[in-house]
């Protein structure tokens, strides 16, 4: 069982779940979920470490200051979670923008971290012709102004798709009810916009694309830390060319297939994810 606590962090508050001793292991949620897709996985590894899930600031159950929500704004209020906690000898969890947050984290703090693990995330910047045609066709909707604020502030539909795309076992009612609590209204909705705004496509956002190249040379030519990519199925972001690219290209990243799993895998494969840590935990003595 998970304990919950909120701390002051820059002009606002993160609040995170917490389970179990020892050193920690942080797990960061993407859009537009929160620490809640974590349930499942961390009574799992409580037995392993300090287990700890925040909330990304303005998702779940955090604060909702008035900034932009860009990558780096995340960046930046994680710091300073990671600061007020003062974590040490970090061993990192991360799907989704949460993988992204989790190797940059990494990547500029090498000395703090065991070991990284990620899934359904970004390891290189993306392509319009990466993408199928219904993907293409909606996140340039999303990216579109006026049109994106159509669809996610004022219909709120990018948390419906999502989260019916996203999860192929589907969901119980009180769960779904977790994931559109912290959105009720235009306003609170903002981060779940920007984040698709975020994603680096043909070079743009320019700074975006630049986060994701550094780490990726970083796992390409460091003696680096462990790190642990889990793939489900071949659709998304596990499409074929991109995990080749990824074994032939990252080559500190040990690539684990698991079973079938939508893009928001916690929910479909959490014990099969929890599995795999295990497993690659012993295998390098984290």
């Not at 998702?59 to 994680?78: E, N, T, V």
């Not at 320019?206 to 040379?217: F, H, K, N, P, S």
Request: glycine share 8%; hydrophobic share 40%.
């Amino acid at each position: 069982m998970s304990t919950a606590h909120h701390i002051n962090v820059l002009d606002s508050f993160i609040f995170y779940r917490e389970a179990g001793t020892g050193s920690p292991i942080v797990f960061l949620h993407g859009n537009p979920t929160s620490s809640h897709v974590w349930r499942n996985v961390l009574p799992q590894l409580a037995g392993r470490g300090r287990c700890f899930a925040p909330d990304l600031i303005g998702m779940g159950s955090s604060g909702k200051p008035d900034i932009a929500y860009r990558f780096a704004d995340h960046a930046r209020y994680l710091d300073a979670w990671f600061a007020a906690l003062d974590l040490r000898e970090v061993v990192l969890v991360g799907y989704d923008w949460g993988g992204v947050l989790a190797l940059d984290w990494a990547r500029r703090h090498p000395e703090r971290v065991r070991g990284v693990v990620v899934f359904e995330t970004f390891l290189r910047p993306m392509h319009w012709s990466d993408w199928a045609p219904q993907g293409e066709q909606l996140f340039r909707a999303l990216r579109t102004p006026g049109v994106g604020e159509k669809l996610v502030l004022e219909q709120n539909e990018f948390l419906a798709r999502s989260l019916a795309n996203g999860v192929q076992h589907g969901l119980a009612e009180s769960d779904r009810g977790v994931y559109y609590a912290p959105y009720p209204d235009p306003s609170s909705r903002r981060p779940v916009l920007q984040w698709p705004r975020e994603i680096p496509i043909d070079g743009e956002p320019a700074d975006v694309a630049a986060v994701i190249e550094r780490y990726g040379e970083w796992l390409a030519h460091t003696p680096a830390k462990p790190a642990l990519l889990l793939t489900f199925g071949d659709t998304g972001l596990n499409d074929p060319k991109i995990v080749e690219w990824a074994r032939s290209t990252l080559r500190a990243l040990e690539i684990v297939p698991l079973g079938r799993a939508g893009h928001h895998a916690p929910e479909d494969a959490p014990d099969e994810i929890a599995r795999a840590i295990r497993s690659w935990l012993d295998r390098h003595a984290l």
